[in-house]
């Protein structure tokens, strides 16, 4: 009983250096990025608190939230939309004068856009959001992935249509489960895909014409069918060339795809 009181006692103490050395660190620094035990990346300005919002480091603009934690990706700030390399610290900074998922931004950030434009920032916007609540900054960029597909399984089912194949289907399909979260397969696949856009992978909304999936690396992830099947390791991240009783035929159907 001893030994276990002292062995709890040694483990709180290394607990509480821990703490103490995160929060001394935090506390001395000023004009510096500071990177927490928990992976959240925060700057100190020049009175020692935490930055929010947009923030200007050495001629580069980063991006807090409220909170003070880093955020990268698409964000729309003020009404505005930026895009910030994906990226901790000072790696994470604004792009500018490009192009990034096919939107052009200007030279000093904001995305110039048109109607159809402005409905992919919004969701570009709102799959990071969704990413930022499914995720921590501790997890690797490959368990982000994971974690972004078991949130897309999760989504529920609404009514199946008959596909949509206009040029904007991969937008259209992608705000009915991102904003309802409920839709039909061609809805998980192509949230699928902007959430692991979010996530910093090139991705694309796929579709036979009778089933929809996300494409990620060459491999294939089917919420849908993960969630029909429970077998949510086989179809997140399955490899074309699997075939099997009641498989969908995935190779030589890659119809319509749409690169996010």
């Known amino acids: 009983m001893k030994k276990k009181k002292y062995g709890l006692m040694i483990l709180l103490a290394l607990f509480c250096c821990i703490l103490f050395s ?3 660190q935090a506390a001395g620094a000023k004009n510096k990025f500071v990177k927490a035990s928990n992976g959240n990346v925060y700057y100190y300005n020049a ?13 580069k603009k980063y991006y807090f939230a409220s909170n003070g934690v ?8 003020k009404k505005k939309y930026y895009f910030f390399r994906q990226a901790g610290g000072a790696g994470g900074y604004m792009k500018k004068s490009t192009k990034v998922n096919g939107i052009r931004l200007k030279k000093n950030g904001t995305a110039s856009y048109n109607k159809q434009q402005l ?6 916007v709102l799959a990071s959001s969704e990413v930022d609540r499914c995720t921590n900054n501790k997890m690797t960029k490959a368990q982000k992935l994971k974690a972004a597909f078991r949130r897309a399984v999760s989504y529920g089912y609404g009514a199946d249509t008959k596909f949509y194949s206009g040029s ?6 992608g705000e009915i489960m991102l904003y309802r979260k409920k839709a039909d397969c061609f809805g998980f696949g192509a949230a699928f895909a902007y959430l692991a856009n979010a996530v910093g992978y090139k ?3 796929v579709s036979s014409g009778g089933h929809g999936w996300a494409e990620v690396n060459g491999r294939v992830y089917d919420p849908d069918w993960a969630k029909v099947t429970g077998k949510i390791k086989l179809y997140g991240g399955m490899n074309y060339n699997v075939t099997g009783p009641g498989i969908p ?3 030589g159907n890659r119809l319509y795809v749409k690169k996010i």
């Open 119 to 124: 409905r992919k920032l919004k969701l570009m």
């Open 70 to 77: 880093q955020r990268t990706g698409w964000r729309c700030v």
């Open 249 to 251: 035929r995935y190779k």
């Open 22 to 24: 995160a929060s001394a």
């Open 203 to 205: 991705a694309y909304a």
């Open 168 to 173: 904007d289907w991969d937008i259209h399909y």
């Open 47 to 59: 009175q020692g608190k935490k930055a929010k919002g947009l923030v200007t480091v050495n001629g």
